[in-house]
C-alpha cells in the first residue's frame, strides 16, 4: 500500500510553493544584508564597510522604492512623494479635485504626524520621561500606517490602468484563490464592507508565502503583521465622497479602472527575487 500519492498537480503545485519559499528566501535575505549594510554607514566602519555599505544602502533604496514608494528622500527622512501622474490622470474615475485634496492634505498630514510622533518618542528616550509612550506609538501606528498605505496607493494606480494582474502575480492568484477573478472579486467585496474608515489589501503574507486579502481599520488596525501589501484601495470618504457620495461600491469599481497591475506586479515580482533585486543590487 503506497502512504503518497504523487500526482502531476500535486507536483506542480510543491514545485510552486518550494521554489517560491527559497526564491522569496532569497529576496528576503538581500533585504536583511541591506538592512545590514545601512547599519554600518551609521557607525561608520572604515573604508571597506563604507563601500559595501554603499552598496548596501543603494539596494535598500531600490527594494524600498518599489515597495513602498517614495516613503523618505536619500537621506531616510519621511516625505510626501510627488503624484507619479497630473491630478486629473485618472479622470472620470477619480476626480482632480478628490487627487489634490487627498495627496496634498490628507496625505501630508500623515507624514507630519508620523514625523512628531517619532520626535516625541525621542524626546522620551533623551528625558526618560515616558508617562506618554502609549499616545505617541499609537500617533506613530496610525500616521505611519497611513503614510506607507498612501504610497503604496498612489503607485498602484495609473492612467492606464485596469485589466488585471499578469506574469508570476496572476500565477500566485490562481494558486492561492482558485482564480485571478475570485481573488479580485474577494479585494473588492472586502474593500467595500470595511466598517468606517479603512481599506482593503492585496498583500503578501511572508509567513505562509501566499497572497492574502484583509481589510484595515482606520490604516493599522486589523493587520495580520508580516504581510506586505501588494495592492491597497484608500476607502475613507476623503478617497471618494465629492464624486461617489455614499457609494463605495461604485468608487471600488472605478478604483478598478486604474489599478496598475505592472507596479503591482512589480512588488510581488520583487519580493520573489523574480525582478528588481538583482538588478538593484
Ligand atoms: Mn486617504
Same mark, same amino acid.
Given at each position: ?11 506542480? #503545485?510543491?514545485?510552486?510553493?518550494? !521554489?517560491?519559499? *527559497?526564491? /522569496?528566501?532569497?529576496?528576503? $535575505?538581500?533585504? =536583511?544584508? &541591506?538592512?545590514?549594510? #545601512?547599519?554600518?554607514?551609521?557607525? !561608520?566602519?572604515? *573604508?571597506? /564597510?563604507?563601500?559595501?555599505? $554603499?552598496?548596501? =544602502?543603494? &539596494? ?222
Amino acid at each position: 500500500m503506497s502512504d503518497a500519492k504523487t500526482t502531476p498537480d500535486a507536483s506542480r #503545485r510543491d514545485f510552486l510553493r518550494h !521554489g517560491g519559499l *527559497a526564491l /522569496a528566501g532569497t529576496a528576503f $535575505a538581500g533585504i =536583511a544584508m &541591506a538592512q545590514q549594510e #545601512r547599519s554600518n554607514i551609521a557607525v !561608520g566602519h572604515g *573604508a571597506s /564597510a563604507a563601500s559595501g555599505a $554603499a552598496t548596501g =544602502a543603494a &539596494a535598500h533604496k531600490h527594494l524600498m522604492q518599489k515597495m513602498v514608494p517614495g516613503a523618505t528622500d536619500d537621506q531616510g527622512h519621511y516625505v510626501l512623494p510627488p503624484l507619479p501622474y497630473g491630478y486629473d490622470a485618472l479622470e472620470p474615475h477619480i476626480d482632480a479635485q478628490t487627487m489634490r485634496l487627498h495627496h496634498d492634505k490628507h496625505h501630508q498630514g500623515y507624514v507630519d504626524g508620523l514625523i512628531k510622533a517619532e520626535e516625541k518618542l525621542q524626546e522620551a528616550m533623551n528625558t526618560g520621561d515616558y508617562s506618554l509612550v502609549e499616545y505617541w506609538t499609537n500617533e506613530a501606528s496610525f500616521n505611519g500606517a497611513g503614510h506607507f498605505l498612501h504610497c503604496i496607493f498612489w503607485d498602484s494606480m495609473g492612467p492606464n490602468g485596469g485589466g488585471g494582474p499578469s506574469g508570476a502575480l496572476s500565477e500566485a492568484m490562481r494558486r492561492d484563490f482558485g482564480s485571478e477573478m475570485n481573488g479580485l472579486k474577494l479585494f473588492a467585496h472586502a474593500s467595500a464592507s470595511v466598517e468606517g474608515s479603512g481599506w482593503g489589501i492585496l498583500g503578501y503574507q511572508i509567513a505562509a508565502n501566499k497572497l492574502v486579502v484583509l481589510q484595515a481599520r482606520n490604516h493599522q488596525l486589523l493587520s495580520q503583521w508580516a504581510i506586505i501589501p501588494l495592492l491597497c484601495v484608500d476607502v475613507w470618504e476623503h478617497a471618494y465622497y465629492l464624486k461617489y457620495q455614499n457609494k463605495r461600491k461604485d468608487y471600488i469599481d472605478a478604483f478598478m479602472n486604474v489599478v496598475n497591475w505592472d507596479s503591482v506586479g512589480q512588488r510581488y515580482n520583487l519580493l520573489m527575487g523574480k525582478e528588481g533585486a538583482a538588478q538593484g543590487m
